[in-house]
């Protein structure tokens, strides 16, 4: 199985920094790496698909690199609205698996 | 293209847990289809996904395999989940979702999710 370590786990920041996640897999998975942000009560949303595409629609501060087995999340400039929890996932052929979370406060 | 799940709410431990997500705005065929639960206060947990073009590919959560079918119904439009032999550890908001076209990418619809709570 591979396994998704996200840190960190929580983070507080004030509006208009620049927020950074980590996300790092047990094995190479090449770019097959997402990332979604989940607001309480809600289903989460899809931000980043393939480790570095913006998904349409999602606001350009959010970004997203890596490949292999590091990856990592940027919110460039935080707005208010982004307090979330933030998860990384990983797929592959046979199996999904998401990291653990990270809930960003302002 | 809207996720709409739907299920019991309550179930007794033991029993078998059956979910069903209605798909609406687009056909299942091309897409791969997901379960994904949160129970209270935790994280997202990955369930089940399958590909039911010409055929079914599933797979599923080594951790539930012995437990769990997903499954379709492409007449309906619906993809469904059965969980057998709950547990209170199976409490949680189960999530659909779909990924795709063809090929696994990014979750990019969910259904609002349905919550079950599992007690006598």
């Known amino acids: 199985d591979i396994r998704m370590t996200q840190s960190p786990s929580s983070l507080s920041a004030s509006v208009g920094d620049r927020v950074t996640i980590t996300c790092q897999a047990s094995?190479?998975?090449?770019?097959?790496l997402n990332w979604y942000q989940q607001k309480p009560g809600k289903a989460p949303k899809l931000l980043i698909y393939?480790?570095?595409n913006l998904q349409t629609g999602v606001p350009s501060r959010f970004g997203g690199s890596g490949s292999g087995t590091d990856f990592t999340f940027t919110i460039s400039r935080l707005q208010p609205e982004d307090t979330a929890t933030y998860y990384c996932q990983q797929y592959d052929d046979v199996s999904l698996t998401f990291g653990g979370g990270t809930k960003v406060e302002i | 293209v809207q996720l709409q799940e739907s299920g019991p709410g309550l179930v007794k431990p033991s029993e078998t847990l059956s979910l069903t997500c209605s798909v609406s705005?687009?056909?299942?065929?091309?897409?791969?289809w997901t379960w994904i639960r949160q129970a209270p206060g935790k994280g997202l947990e990955w369930i089940a996904f399958?590909?039911?073009?010409?055929?079914?590919?599933?797979k599923y959560n080594p951790s539930l395999k012995s437990r769990v079918t997903i499954s379709a119904d492409t007449s309906k439009n619906q993809v469904s989940l059965r969980l057998s032999s709950v547990t209170a550890a199976d409490t949680a908001v189960y999530f659909c979702a779909r990924t795709g076209p063809v090929a696994l990418s990014g979750l990019d619809v969910w259904g609002q999710g349905t919550t079950v709570t599992v007690s006598s």
């Open positions: 399958g590909y039911f073009y010409r055929g079914a590919n599933t």
């Open positions: 393939d480790a570095s």
């Open positions: 094995q190479d998975i090449s770019n097959s």
């Open positions: 705005g687009g056909s299942i065929s091309y897409y791969y």
